[in-house]
């Protein structure tokens, strides 16, 4: 049962995107079948064929080991808490140096090259198949690695020129995808890396179906027909140890701002739920019943959106709240809920909920993206603004229609 629910989620996620479109008429019947026939090849690829299962384990198990070396830089500078495994270890010593180690490590791919060529076939393959623009294909190949701010870097030139359509597709691909550095700290939370490689690859075809039924192309992009990187030339003059020292530098800065976020919203969601028992107890002592915490809320309004994407019911109201806890706080909050789940939820709903909540689809990143990118272009600032809810909009179904079809394929 649960797996022909994760199809009527597939179908109600399609119909909103369809029913939520500016223009219906210039929706292209291409691009929504490319995209859905893409997420689906790709998911039967890496859940479904035994080779594909091997060839992604493997490389989760290349990452995995990859990251354990974090805890080498991470033990000396802080001893037993910066140690994995330690009981003394804390999350500001173990897991956030994850982070640093993984901005360098991707600086050191930038400066070789190798993460542009990875980026350029995988945008020639979503060009060629969904007739998306040079610009925004290289863009959602890059949010595959990097975050939302970082990735439009690589079209800067061509962010002034941008289509509406490209413009929404560019902060969708932000939304709904997560940076290689935050991807790292989700697995020291204990959320498994193959299904977190899986999704990223999986959300990417369906960051431009969505993209493209909400806001359709209507104008003739500068890049149609082309895929081209330009070259930065901020870092052309760069080595290879001022590029270790920057990606280190950009990794800390990243893991400082994870956590005073964390401070904050953990802080403030605390007081919130504080005051809600507070509410709450008053109120039954009158005979009323009200929601005692912002999860009680967030789950009973979200269980139907988790049960849509084939969550047994009786497990609904769980992942519901931290649907609705990535939507409204941050999906880094809602991994660490997950993560400490792990032991009271089955396999199949940890994994689903996985790929649920892989991207950066929430309020805040809002802002950072009219922050970030309208940094790069002031002038287009107001579309970025008009295009923010609507963005976060596509970037969340793109997520859940891939966990839909993720429900349908395990057991």
Not at 107 to 119: D, K, R, V
Request: aromatic fraction near 8%; hydrophobic fraction near 55%.
């Amino acid at each position: 049962m649960a797996r022909f629910t994760g199809l009527l989620g597939l179908i109600t996620f399609l119909g909103i995107a369809y029913a939520c479109s500016t223009n219906r008429r210039a929706i292209k019947l291409r691009t929504v079948a490319w995209g859905l026939g893409l997420q689906i090849v790709f998911a039967f690829l890496v859940i479904k064929w035994s080779y594909g299962q091997v060839i992604l384990h493997n490389i989760s198990q290349v990452i995995t080991g990859l990251l354990a070396h974090s805890a080498d830089g991470s033990a000396m500078v802080f001893g037993p808490l910066g140690a994995p495994g330690n009981a003394l270890a804390v999350f500001a010593f173990a897991v956030l140096p994850t982070i640093i180690f993984v901005s360098a490590f991707f600086a050191i791919l930038y400066h070789l090259g190798i993460m542009q060529q990875i980026i350029r076939v995988v945008a020639w393959i979503m060009q060629r198949t969904m007739g998306t623009s040079g610009a925004e294909s290289t863009n959602v190949a890059a949010s595959i690695f990097m975050g939302q701010t970082e990735a439009p870097l690589t079209i800067r030139p061509f962010l002034a020129g941008a289509t509406r359509s490209e413009l929404m597709t560019i902060m969708t691909s932000g939304m709904a995808h997560v940076s290689g550095g935050i991807m790292a700290a989700y697995i020291s939370f204990g959320i498994n890396a193959q299904d977190l490689l899986s999704a990223v690859i999986m959300t990417a075809p369906g960051t431009i179906l969505v993209a493209k039924m909400l806001v359709p192309e209507t104008e003739v992009p500068a890049t149609a027909g082309t895929v081209k990187m330009p070259p930065n030339e901020e870092h052309a003059n760069e080595n290879f140890i001022a590029a270790i020292a920057r990606g280190t530098i950009d990794g800390g800065q990243l893991a400082f701002n994870v956590a005073i976020m964390l401070i904050s919203f953990l802080a403030l969601v605390g007081l919130l739920n504080a005051t809600l028992l507070g509410i709450s107890n008053m109120a039954w002592a009158h005979g009323i019943r009200t929601p005692h915490s912002l999860n009680a809320i967030l789950g009973f309004f979200c269980a139907p959106v988790a049960w849509l994407i084939g969550i047994p019911w009786h497990e609904a109201p769980a992942i519901g709240n931290l649907l609705g806890t990535r939507a409204v706080l941050n999906e880094f909050v809602a991994y660490t809920s997950l993560g400490l789940q792990k032991s009271t939820l089955t396999p199949r709903t940890f994994s689903i909920a996985t790929f649920a909540l892989c991207g950066f689809a929430n309020l805040g990143s809002i802002g950072m993206q009219i922050g970030g990118i309208g940094a790069l272009v002031p002038n287009r600032r107001n579309d970025l603004a008009a295009l923010g809810f609507r963005a976060m909009l596509a970037g969340t179904m793109a997520n859940l229609m891939s966990a839909s079809i993720v429900s349908m394929l395990i057991k």
